[in-house]
């Protein structure tokens, strides 16, 4: 399954990737080719998400869960992959729920923009884990390793960390809700 995951897992990468950089020209211009670029916008995170979703399944079927969950480099794939996907998922819903009045205010801008590079950073990461563990290491590691995640050893996440996800989990639907109310 190594080679189907390998060949797969760059679907939505590319769809990812491509959805950064719309977000960052969105949350930039107001003209007509970023405002055609945000038409597309939900669709390629859509394509994304399924892709996705096929990509962890098969990523799941490359080593037994035994090897990934005793391995820190496994767990920690396994754990940047499900948050790429999530936060992915979570984005494309509250751009589909808001819809182009996302982008009325410069506020909504700056936090779309600031939402976007997150989750491109978030994509580098993973896809940087998982060429570890196919064998090929880059340079981001070196990066991660200087502001102390060694991707070798377990990630934790701190206590007051996962309280600041459950907000921002309940927060982001509520925000999105109240936008669209206001719009």
Not at 58 to 72: A, C, E, I, R
Not at 93 to 102: A, D, E, K, L, Y
Not at 120 to 139: D, E, F, N
């Amino acid at each position: 399954m190594g080679p189907y995951h390998t060949m797969l897992i760059h679907f939505p990468i590319a769809f990812w990737v491509t959805a950064t950089v719309i977000i960052i020209v969105r949350a930039v211009s107001d003209g007509w080719l970023a405002q055609a670029f945000d038409r597309v916008l939900v669709p390629f995170l859509f394509l994304g998400m399924l892709s996705g979703i096929g990509a962890y399944v098969l990523g799941m079927m490359v080593w037994p869960p035994d090897t990934l969950q005793t391995s820190p480099l496994g767990r920690n794939h396994m754990m940047a992959a499900s948050w790429s996907l999530v936060y992915w998922t979570a984005l494309m819903f509250m751009r589909w729920r808001v819809g182009p009045s996302i982008w009325d205010s410069t506020l909504n801008r700056v936090i779309m923009l600031l939402l976007g590079g997150l989750g491109g950073l978030l994509l580098v990461i993973t896809a940087t884990i998982g060429g570890h563990l196919a064998g090929s290491a880059t340079y981001l590691t070196d990066l991660l390793r200087m502001i102390g995640w060694e991707v070798y050893a377990t990630f934790y996440v701190p206590n007051w960390m996962l309280l600041v996800l459950v907000i921002l989990i309940i927060a982001m639907p509520l925000v999105a809700l109240m936008s669209r109310r206001t719009a």
